[in-house]
């Protein structure tokens, strides 16, 4: 059995009310899950990141998961650029560290990257990442994954040192590491097909209609968040060179941690 590994989730926005059933609860439900089927050594330990609460060791963890949000990574917040320094922090420390859409965005530009708004406009539904370059965490190893999108924002610029391990046809940087340690998903892993339906449904003015169409369509396709939170499991236990643990709760279930 694999070693417990405690996990930091810097939760960077919140489930909004309304569609709360449909996800099950908030991100860090989302997350819980995914991690409990398909990764039970990870127990996640939640930071609310856009409340205010951010961990002041990186440390404090065997790891981290930034999660996505409403808001841009060039957004000028005070929490955004909080949690940059913190990035860098973790990375000059070469703590294992995941970001996801925009903990993918993040990433990129606190390191030295650029986001922008796409051209091409939204990613939305289950589409296809392709991996180009395949790293030693990637294991078992796959050609290509199938996820869940809902972005409009992506990395259009990579920091210095920065490798692109897959992309998308509608996403250029669709997966990426900087050095052994950090790796950058713009999929969403944690997404369930209740959630993903709601919300595409809620963002039809938004998507076009056509769009919103094609993108409920994808939602009958399989998807493989298993060798997604499988991979990031191996990426924290590898451990980088760095990290450590904070305590707290049954680290055996692959659900929450006390803190």
Not at 2 to 9: F, Q
Request: hydrophobic share 45%.
């Amino acid at each position: 059995m694999s070693e417990p590994l405690v996990v930091g989730l810097l939760e960077c926005d919140h489930v909004r009310e309304r569609f709360r059933l449909a996800a099950g609860g908030d991100y860090v439900d989302l997350f819980a899950g995914l991690f409990a089927a398909h990764a039970p050594e990870i127990t996640l330990k939640r930071f609310d990141v856009i409340g205010g609460d951010l961990p002041s060791d990186p440390a404090e963890c065997n790891g981290w998961l930034c999660s996505g949000s409403r808001h841009g990574a060039y957004d000028a917040f005070e929490w955004i650029e909080r949690l940059s320094g913190f990035i860098r922090d973790v990375h000059e420390a070469v703590v294992p560290f995941a970001g996801i859409c925009f903990g993918h965005q993040i990433l990129a530009q606190a390191l030295g990257g650029r986001v922008e708004k796409a051209a091409s406009g939204w990613g939305a539904g289950i589409r296809r990442v392709h991996i180009d370059a395949p790293a030693a965490f990637m294991a078992p190893p796959a050609h290509h994954l199938d996820l869940h999108f809902m972005h409009q924002d992506q990395v259009v610029e990579l920091p210095p040192g920065a490798e692109v391990l897959g992309h998308a046809e509608h996403c250029p940087v669709a997966v990426f590491r900087v050095g052994e340690a950090m790796l950058g998903i713009q999929a969403h892993p944690e997404f369930t097909v209740p959630y993903a339906e709601a919300l595409l449904v809620d963002r039809e003015e938004l998507l076009g209609g056509s769009e919103t169409t094609e993108a409920l369509a994808t939602l009958t396709c399989p998807t493989d968040e298993a060798l997604a939170a499988r991979w990031i499991a191996n990426l924290v236990a590898a451990g980088g060179g760095g990290g450590g643990i904070g305590g707290g709760g049954d680290l055996s279930d692959g659900r929450l941690a006390e803190r």
